[in-house]
Every structure is written in C-alpha cells, then in structure tokens.
C-alpha cells in the first residue's frame, strides 16, 4: 500500500519541486542517496542528512534530465531532453560525457533512457530516432532501426528499452505500445500489446523477478502476466492516469 510521507525539504530544493515536474529517480549503490530528475535538473536525497537538496556542485546550464543511470563502474550519465548526454562526477558538478568515435551528433538529441548490458555495452534510445548501442571496447555507436514489421526502418518513437534476465530486449514506444527482440540488434522486434491499456508507453522495466512492468500516457502502471498486460490491484489507484 502506497503512503505519502513528510520529507526534510531544504527551501531551494522545495522551489524546483513547488515549479517543475519530477521524471525520474535513482539511488547510488555506495551512498544510497537518491537522485531526483527534474524538467530543470537534479535535486538529490542525502541519505546521511535525511533531506532533498540541491547538488553541492555547479552545472554548465538548467536543461530536463529524462532519465538518471548509474554505470557498472560507478559513471552516474544523464539523459536529457535535447541537449544529449551529461555525467555527474564525484563532486556532484554535471559535466559534458563524450563519447568517441562516432558520427552521431548527440549535441540536442532527445535521450528518453539509458541501460547497461552485462557486457558493459550502454543502450541508449533516442526520442524520434530508434536505438543506439554504444560499445564497451570502443564506445562506438550502432543505429538500430525499430520495426514491427518486416521493413526495417524505424517506425516508433522509442521512450525507453531494457533487457531481461534470459537476454530478451523489451522496448516501450509512444503511439507503438510495446516490443521485444530476442537479438541484440533488435532485427525481430515484434509486438507484446495484449492487454496494455494505453499505446502511449512511457517507461518499461523488469523487476529481479523477471516480471516486465510498464507506465503509459492514461494507461497508469501495468505488468505482464502470462503474455498478457493486467493491472494489479494494489496500482488500481493510478489506473487511467498519466504516468
């Protein structure tokens, strides 16, 4: 049962929250504090303090971060809406991530999520663009085009990609519901919609049980249940909403 408890808000923190939307969240493994994506940047939950907070360090402007990762080497990168891939260092100051060796003008893409394979390799998808795949050995980049059908061009506006526990690869498109690929290159992406109550599919995730859950413009919070979409009981309260 979900409860909305009272936090230590500092007055700076409590002004972004009081004025923007919030579009993600992520705790660091060695810390655990918790970092808080909003439409103008990154409030962070101080573990140690109990309390939200502004970052201690400086940033090179205030843009939407859309989603927040944490590399198995311990890189905390940003995805953002159209002004690409930014790291957060040590010291909590956000910096430019380059990457090498490719011919993707990353400058204002659209980054809706990032993951990490076991291998290291970042999957990155890009609103309006498909999928990049960065490379461990090189950080090169790979475009892979979405398609449900035999076209191979990219069809969907791809908001967010994962992959499983036996290797699958499950993507969540606006306006396209969602899709798996059981090859990396997602050359056989095909559609898993039965049951989702809304096409416009905005985060996909899947819990250390292996069950797939995904959040939808109107559609609320769903899992996947024996090939089928349901909504739990305990999510009814976010049913039909925005999410």
Not at 64 to 77: H, I, T
Not at 173 to 179: E, Q, R, S, T
Not at 214 to 238: A, E, H, K, Y
Request: charged share 20%; hydrophobic share 40%; proline share 3%.
């Amino acid at each position: 049962q979900m409860k909305r408890r009272s936090l230590n808000i500092t007055p700076e923190a409590q002004a972004v929250l009081d004025k923007y939307n919030v579009t993600d969240f992520l705790e660091l493994r060695k810390s655990h504090n918790i970092l808080i994506a909003t439409s103008v940047g990154l409030l962070i939950y101080d573990h140690a303090a109990k309390q939200i907070r502004t970052l201690r360090g400086t940033a090179a402007s205030q843009f939407m971060v859309s989603c927040v990762v944490e590399r198995r080497n311990g890189k905390v990168l940003l995805g953002t809406d159209s002004h690409g891939i930014w790291e957060m260092d040590e010291k909590e100051n956000i910096v430019p991530y380059p990457i090498a060796d490719h011919n993707i003008d990353m400058t204002y893409a659209k980054v809706r999520s990032i993951d990490e394979d076991d291998e290291g390799n970042m999957i990155i998808s890009l609103y309006q663009k498909g999928v990049l795949v960065v490379s461990n050995s090189r950080d090169n980049f790979a475009y892979m085009p979405v398609s449900p059908t035999s076209a191979q061009v990219n069809v969907a506006c791809i908001t967010a990609i994962t992959a499983d526990h036996e290797g699958n690869f499950w993507m969540c498109a606006d306006g396209c519901g969602v899709l798996k690929s059981t090859n990396a290159d997602l050359s056989d992406a095909k559609l898993v919609n039965d049951g989702l109550a809304s096409p416009l599919v905005q985060d996909i995730k899947v819990d250390k049980n292996g069950m797939v859950w995904v959040c939808s413009f109107g559609g609320g919070v769903q899992c996947l249940q024996n090939g089928r979409f349901i909504t739990p009981d305990w999510m009814q309260p976010l049913a039909n909403i925005l999410v």
